[in-house]
């Protein structure tokens, strides 16, 4: 069951970023289509924004997220209970240590971020420290580590990057509106006055709806990374039972107030509690059934 799980998600991340992908390229060829008149040259500055966002954000991504939620990096003799349930997970996992980070906040939480394992970070919140059990708190750190170790935390610095093109792509086409687009001359609006208003319809469209379907990708990509995660905890500790608790406490406390709306993907659980207005945009999978699942193992 537990290989079966973590076989199936993986699969459909791979879906999920190919058509995160492929939603780039759309727009971008779209876009250089109906305001510049080629369809290449569309794809080719989407596809070169993508690498430089890319670029950016893998060379920055742990200050700037720990930064964004307010994060303190703490030494062992800071929080030596979190300090050495990391270092267990992280040597469980076959990862180097962690930096590791505290959030002050009273809500209990926790996430991973980093270019990849030999530069990850994690964070809780001092909330998770007073309310969780050594268990509970093993659980979560597992949950974390299992995000290190699968490359969850490039996964969503990808999805990050890829977001930001999309919304520039939509902030590109916004301004070629304004603008009065591109103008062809007589003779291609006689041949391609039909493909050009379809075009120019379609990117409007797509204008609207493109960032939307973004932010939809990027919360798909997040739930099924949740529940691989959660998986491989399991695997790491033997112990679903550590997670399920954690999983119960962390779901019945109170919203938190440091958490960078941004990043709230990244977290063990939702960190605004509910605030969705459908699943579809919801960051996490419903916790009863991760609850579920982690009964089933």
């Known amino acids: 069951m537990l290989y079966q799980q973590i076989a199936r998600n993986k699969r459909k991340t791979v879906v999920v970023m190919a058509g995160f992908i492929f939603l780039v ?4 060829a779209l876009m250089g289509y109906a ?40 030494t062992e003799q800071q929080a030596p209970t979190l300090y050495h349930v990391v270092e267990e997970m992280a040597m469980v996992a076959n990862v180097p240590m962690p930096r590791v980070f505290v959030i002050d906040d009273p809500s209990p939480n926790a996430f991973a971020t980093g270019p990849n394992p030999e530069h990850a970070a994690v964070a809780a919140t001092t909330g998770i420290l007073e309310r969780l059990n050594r268990e ?19 996964l969503q610095t990808y999805a990050m990057a890829l977001a930001a093109v999309i919304s520039f792509l939509a902030n590109w086409g916004q301004n070629a509106l304004w603008w009065g687009g591109y103008r062809r001359d007589r003779d291609d609006d006689r ?55 954690a999983l119960e406490k ?13 990043s709230a993907s990244m977290y063990f659980a939702n960190p605004f509690k509910g605030m969705s207005w459908q699943s579809l945009f919801d960051s996490h999978p419903a916790t009863d059934k991760r609850i579920a699942r982690l009964r089933a193992m």
């Open 35 to 74: 305001f510049m008149g080629s369809a290449k040259l569309g794809v080719i500055i989407a596809l070169v924004v993508g690498l430089v966002y890319m670029a950016i954000m893998l060379g920055q991504s742990t200050d700037v997220v720990m930064s964004m939620n307010n994060a303190v990096e703490i």
């Open 25 to 28: 390229g759309f727009l971008g």
């Open 191 to 245: 041949d391609n006055g039909g493909l050009q208003l379809i075009a120019m319809v379609l990117a409007i469209v797509a204008i609207i709806l493109g960032p939307i379907a973004a932010s939809m990708a990027q919360m798909a990509l997040s739930r099924n990374r949740e529940y691989l995660a959660d998986a491989t905890a399991v695997e790491f500790t033997r112990n679903p039972q550590g997670l399920i608790g």
């Open 136 to 154: 509970e708190l093993t659980g979560v750190m597992a949950h974390e580590m299992a995000h290190v170790r699968n490359y969850d935390i490039r």
């Open 250 to 262: 962390i779901t019945a406390s109170e919203p938190m107030t440091q958490a960078d709306p941004s």
